[in-house]
């Protein structure tokens, strides 16, 4: 099956290093980041959840759970996490799921469903297992980010992608390029200038269909 935005993810039960849940259950009411990898003890990933963890604070300012995905077993997660928390600095206080069946990689599209793991695996045989989620409380994708193994991910970029989605759900309205928080926002094209002048307030028509006004802060 495939994944699309606004799509919402299967509640699958997955193992991890904290317990088994169910996604659903797990995400609750809160937004929701999966970032996933194609193996435990390697030099780009383990970066990786090194910088998710110097985030935690972070994670936790926006109401935003973070869970790691990689296809090695609960056990070696475990381990792995001694040397994430060397390279990060940082306590890796998140789960990571044990996707030794690739349930996960598959039901998110990441790998297709004649996809296996053979025996002595490399990280090449699971290479595109390297994407970032963000899910909203509704429990559907809001966005996602594919990478290849030789590129470490910016998760400031994941950070600021987070800050956007969460500024448009709650005031409906959109971000331009490079928007960081505190900065103006868009207009949608479908809400009348009397309309936005009603919930927004003054505004600036840079073009007819680009209006933009300070972010909300209520």
């Given at each position: 099956?495939?994944?699309?935005?606004?799509?919402?993810?299967?509640?699958?039960?997955?193992?991890?290093?904290?317990?088994?849940?169910?996604?659903?259950?797990?995400?609750?009411?809160?937004?929701?980041?999966?970032?996933?990898?194609?193996?435990?003890?390697?030099?780009?990933?383990?970066?990786?959840?090194?910088?998710?963890?110097?985030?935690?604070?972070?994670?936790?300012?926006?109401?935003?759970?973070?869970?790691?995905?990689?296809v090695d077993s609960?056990?070696?997660?475990?381990?792995?996490?001694?040397?994430?928390?060397?390279?990060?600095?940082?306590?890796?206080?998140?789960?990571?799921?044990?996707?030794?069946?690739?349930?996960?990689?598959?039901?998110?599209?990441?790998?297709?469903?004649?996809?296996?793991?053979?025996?002595?695996?490399?990280?090449?045989?699971?290479?595109?297992?390297?994407?970032?989620?963000?899910?909203?409380?509704?429990?559907?994708?809001k966005l996602s980010?594919?990478?290849?193994?030789?590129?470490?991910?910016?998760f400031a970029e994941?950070?600021?992608?987070?800050?956007?989605?969460?500024?448009?759900?709650?005031?409906?309205?959109?971000?331009?390029?490079?928007?960081?928080?505190?900065?103006?926002?868009?207009?949608?094209?479908?809400?009348?200038?009397?309309?936005?002048?009603?919930?927004?307030?003054?505004?600036?028509?840079?073009?007819?269909?680009?209006?933009?006004?300070?972010?909300?802060?209520?």
């Amino acid at each position: 099956m495939s994944l699309r935005i606004n799509d919402t993810i299967e509640n699958l039960e997955v193992e991890t290093d904290q317990g088994t849940f169910k996604l659903h259950d797990w995400i609750g009411d809160s937004w929701a980041i999966i970032f996933s990898h194609p193996k435990d003890f390697t030099p780009v990933c383990t970066t990786e959840f090194g910088a998710v963890a110097q985030l935690a604070d972070e994670w936790e300012k926006r109401g935003t759970k973070v869970l790691g995905v990689s296809v090695d077993s609960a056990d070696d997660h475990v381990k792995w996490k001694g040397d994430i928390e060397k390279v990060g600095g940082a306590k890796a206080g998140f789960p990571i799921v044990a996707d030794t069946d690739l349930k996960v990689a598959k039901a998110f599209d990441m790998l297709p469903a004649e996809a296996y793991l053979p025996d002595g695996r490399t990280p090449n045989d699971t290479a595109t297992v390297r994407t970032v989620y963000i899910i909203g409380p509704d429990k559907k994708l809001k966005l996602s980010m594919t990478y290849p193994m030789n590129v470490g991910r910016n998760f400031a970029e994941v950070l600021r992608a987070l800050d956007g989605l969460q500024t448009a759900a709650k005031h409906t309205v959109a971000t331009p390029a490079n928007w960081n928080v505190g900065e103006d926002v868009i207009i949608p094209a479908t809400v009348s200038d009397e309309d936005a002048k009603a919930k927004f307030g003054e505004f600036d028509t840079v073009l007819p269909y680009l209006r933009k006004t300070k972010q909300p802060t209520a």
